[in-house]
């Protein structure tokens, strides 16, 4: 589902996350090519009024409504290392011409993180110049797997899987540009 931007887009593009994988686009003028260089134009598609497969708009059904976002000095290489070291899939990636991640979002269980490029403009990229690192918590079902997984690619691990007072079991690791992913087992039931 990799496609590169053309042309200005101002459409809000979105996916289906937890069913069938669809893509729409709502408002504005946008035209992406995939990297064969195709033309993709996305037509006039808009969410309906209760913004149903939006990423992150209803939180109903089963998504969530809450997403961690990040920006990235190399969002590719950072793609790159959630999805081979921590087991991410990545659902899409929007790119500029020139290869610059305009945005992009990675799923693990239930859950989603979006990624872009640091330095790409706009207002979000102004108001998280000078952040400092992030963490993240990322319910897996079998810790010390995952935590294999990621020493086998490289990561950074800061504390190996650790049973924990309040029933979890949880690691430790940093990714290449410094947040902190907590990967365990402590899933909270949130009521309805």
Excluded at 90 to 97: D, G, H, T
Excluded at 102 to 120: D, F, K, P, T, Y
């Amino acid at each position: 589902m990799e496609a590169i931007l053309t042309g200005p887009c101002k459409r809000f593009f979105y996916v289906r996350v937890f069913g069938p994988r669809t893509r729409g686009v709502a408002g504005g003028g946008c035209e992406t090519r995939d990297r064969g260089g195709a033309r993709q134009d996305h037509g006039t598609t808009r969410a309906g009024p209760t913004h149903r497969g939006v990423i992150g708009m209803t939180g109903t059904g089963g998504r969530p409504s809450i997403y961690p976002t990040l920006l990235y000095a190399d969002a590719k290489a950072a793609i790159r290392q959630l999805t081979e070291a921590f087991g991410f899939t990545e659902l899409s990636v929007y790119e500029a011409q020139d290869g610059t991640v305009m945005h992009a979002e990675l799923v693990q269980g239930r859950g989603a993180v979006m990624i872009g490029s640091q330095g790409r403009g706009g207002l979000f990229d102004s108001a998280m110049r000078g952040a400092g690192p992030a963490g993240v918590y990322v319910v897996v079902d079998d810790v010390d797997a995952h935590h294999q997984r990621a020493v086998e690619h490289g990561a950074e691990i800061l504390m190996p899987p650790t049973d924990q007072d309040y029933g979890s079991r949880d690691y430790l690791a940093r990714d290449a540009e410094g947040n902190i992913w907590s990967f365990g087992t402590y899933a909270p039931e949130i009521g309805g």
